[in-house]
């Protein structure tokens, strides 16, 4: 079994935004772009073009109706993606040694060299956050794209994840938690961030940001914005057009 670091220099994750999320799935298209092309193995896909395809993807968006207490119902998008635990279950049930946490960042990575495929670590995330490539034999999982981050070829603003650096809605945060001060941090501080099932004792660095509460407008007339007139006389443009028209 493979033991996990006392402690990691660093904590590198993510922060999702769960109210401004927009279920676009442009992280999972980026996402499966970029690892299919760079890291390790790539994202294989069977029979994509049939009438029933599969493939392995590091990232998925899924969407829920959920029911507040009060209010109408809100349509809630949840991306989902390897959280890179402080007690990852996937690295202690490793047999291998392939599941390994770093210490110098707290990024949890598979070496896919000594993976036999066993499927443990899937067995053992309680997220679902893993995935068996079928082409490969191998188990895939987020990588925080680490060949990104720490890639000085690239510019400054792309030296972040593939799935943050393409979000348009800017509902994914990726930052250092052990700085408190970095915007990750922060944004956990000030919104309220979450640890998803922390029953499990996982201790997930990434967070999430809970939906705000949305407006009621059960009460509100659609047609209130056009009920009371701007103005009396139409002037500007407008009004020489409405001149114009009358001499017609």
Known sequence: MTDLPASTTRKLG???????????????????GWNTENHGAPLSDQDPYGPD???????????????????????????????????????????????????????VLVNEK??????????????????????EGVMKKCTLCVDR????????????????????SNARHFGDFSDPESQVSQLVRERGGMDIMPEQGTQPVNKYLPPRPRDDWADTSVLAPYLTPVAEEPRGFLGWLDKALDKI
Not at 14 to 32: E, N, P
Not at 68 to 80: E, M, R, W
Request: charged letters at 20%; one cysteine or more.
């Open 149 to 168: 981050i720490y890639n000085e070829n690239l510019p400054e603003e792309d030296r972040t994840p593939a799935c943050v650096r393409t979000c348009p």
């Open 53 to 107: 395809p599969s493939g392995t993807f590091l990232n998925r968006v899924h969407s829920y109706e959920v029911q507040p207490d009060t209010g109408p119902a809100q349509l809630i998008h949840f991306p989902k993606s390897c959280l890179h635990c402080e007690n990852a279950p996937c690295v202690t049930v490793c047999p291998t040694g392939a599941s390994y946490k770093r210490t110098e960042d707290g990024v």
């Open 114 to 135: 000594d993976c036999i495929g066993c499927g443990l670590c899937a067995w053992a995330c309680p997220y679902g956050a893993r995935e068996m490539d079928a082409a």
């Open 14 to 32: 993510l922060v999702i935004d769960l109210d401004t999320c927009v279920g676009c799935q442009a992280c999972v298209i980026s996402c499966k």
